[in-house]
């Protein structure tokens, strides 16, 4: 299995732009998160997913922020528009049992 | 509130020579502990799950333990390729945080040749 799988790697956008982060989770996992880390706050929870369908998304910081998961293998988290404390990297994981399962992460740069 | 606290924030150490991390948890119930290993522009990777008290596991150079309020790993004779930030997160045992990882900050270690 390829593992999670997460892109863009990196993103430098400019303020007021519109970003879109996407992940492909591991197949056959039913549950799928986004996490942002940062030096400051560690990593933290943005919302979850539990077959396809949003169930917690309390961790997302503004209206800013929008996550979907059209379907089992995909998932996107969209920023709009992106501000300079938005920098950050985002993780998508998966779950499947306590098996959770990290992606490589996309770092974003707003400037 | 449910709060997960590592230290220490960063630890230097001589090849060989052996410590541990500390976790420690303060959550109305403890479903499992889990920790992680974070290499740098890398996402966090699977190390441990521990369920109760008492528990210990062990891979290699690494064992972690559980009590009520905390989880140790300890590091026996490490090496560089051991250099990395290591995670601790709890998964409670009620309502909807059964589905969330709450994360500490980490513990950034360093082994020098």
Redesign the interface.
Known sequence: DAGVIQSPRHEVTEMGQEVTLRCKPISGHDYLFWYRQTMMRGLELLIYFNNNVPIDDSGMPEDRFSAKMPNASFSTLKIQPSEPRDSAVYFCASRHGDGYTFGSGTRLTVV | EDQVTQSPEALRLQEGESSSLNCSYTVSGLR?L?W?RQDP??????LF?LYSAGEEKEKERLKATLTKKESFLHITAPKPEDSATY?C?V?MNYG?AT????????TLLAVQP
């Open positions: 499992g889990f992680y522009g890398k996402g966090p990777e699977f799950t995670l997160a998964r909807g589905n969330k990882l709450i994360f500490g900050t980490g």
